[in-house]
Structures are given as C-alpha cells and as structure tokens.
C-alpha cells in the first residue's frame, strides 16, 4: 500500500512578521549609507586595477591570420563574424577574395573562446573591457578597427585602485601604488 500525504497545518504569520526580513534590508542599507568608510568607486576618476591575465577585448594581428574561421565557428555569443574582402597576394599580384574575422562588442561576452581556439594566435585580449562609446554601430568592428585596441580614456584621466577585504571594514579601496 503506497504511503498517504500528511497534511500539516501552517499557522499564519502575524502582519508584522511578514515585513520583518525588507525592515531587516532597509536597516542595512540605510546603515551603510550614512557609513562615512564607505568605498564607492568614482569612475571614471577612479577606476580598478586589473590583474595580468585578464580577459579584456580582444583584437586581432592580421598578418598571423590564416582566415580558418574557427574563431567564428566557436563563438557562443556569435560576436564574430566572418566578411568577404579582396585580398592582393604579394608573391602572385593577383586579387581574391578571403574571409576575414570581425566582431560586434555589443554582442561579445569576453568568454575568450576565439582567442583559445585561434591556430596562430592571431587574436589576444587587452586587459580592460569598460570603453564608452556614443552609439551602437560604433562597437561594430570593421577590418581595420578590429586590429587596434579600442581607446581607454579612462586609464589616462583615472587613478587605479584596487579593492582589498578587511576584516573590521569589508571591502576598503586602495591605491595602486605606482601608477598614475
């Protein structure tokens, strides 16, 4: 015989109890609110360190592209694409067509997938990844675009810092010492 559902009977909760956990946020945050020890980062007069590796946009170095695509193919985001542009071979003066790779920023999620796939290491990451621009189609790469680093303004008007745990604090920002 298969087991019967127990039926349990839940007492309601008075009218208070039913606020109590937003009271319980709203405390907090007007707590650190009025925090004079409070780190918020003033960007872009400030703006955060980043440590070597990371996976900031990604660029291309045109001469080491053997135009395979796999940086397209691989693409989970499909950021990268592939456009048809002619192309004179030096050795043969002759002019063809081959597929060359470019991305839409708008779309790109950093994952660095095309960078890890890429047989000749024609792709690499710049270590930032915080760029403004006014619209949309300016994120739209074209081939000549997608072979600089898109300019940082903020590394040259801001003042690196990075953000450390303490144990009475939390998190305090600290200064790069260094740089400038």
Not at 65 to 76: F, K, L, Q, V
Not at 77 to 88: E, G, Q, S, V, Y
Request: with cysteine; aromatic share 12%.
């Amino acid at each position: 015989m298969p087991p019967q559902p127990v039926h349990k009977r839940v007492h309601p909760r008075g009218v208070f109890s039913r606020f109590k956990g937003n009271i319980e946020a709203i405390t907090i945050g007007v707590k650190f609110f009025f925090n004079p020890e409070r780190s918020t980062l003033i960007y872009p007069k400030e703006y955060i360190k980043l440590k070597d590796g990371y996976r900031g946009f990604i660029v291309l170095i045109k001469d080491k592209c053997i135009n395979c695509g796999s940086c397209a193919r691989i693409c989970p985001a499909a950021a990268m694409k592939l456009i048809r542009l002619p192309f004179t071979d030096p050795k043969t003066g002759r002019t063809r067509m081959k597929l060359w790779p470019v991305i839409n920023y708008n779309r790109c999620i950093f994952c660095g997938y095309c960078v890890d796939v890429c047989p000749t290491e024609a792709l690499y990451h710049v270590p930032y990844h915080d760029v403004v621009w006014d619209t949309m189609e300016e994120a739209e790469t074209d081939l000549e675009k997608f072979q600089k680093p898109p300019e940082w303004k903020t590394e040259k008007e801001g003042i690196p810092v990075r953000y450390v745990f303490d144990e009475k604090k939390g998190l305090v920002k600290v200064r790069v010492e260094g740089e400038e």
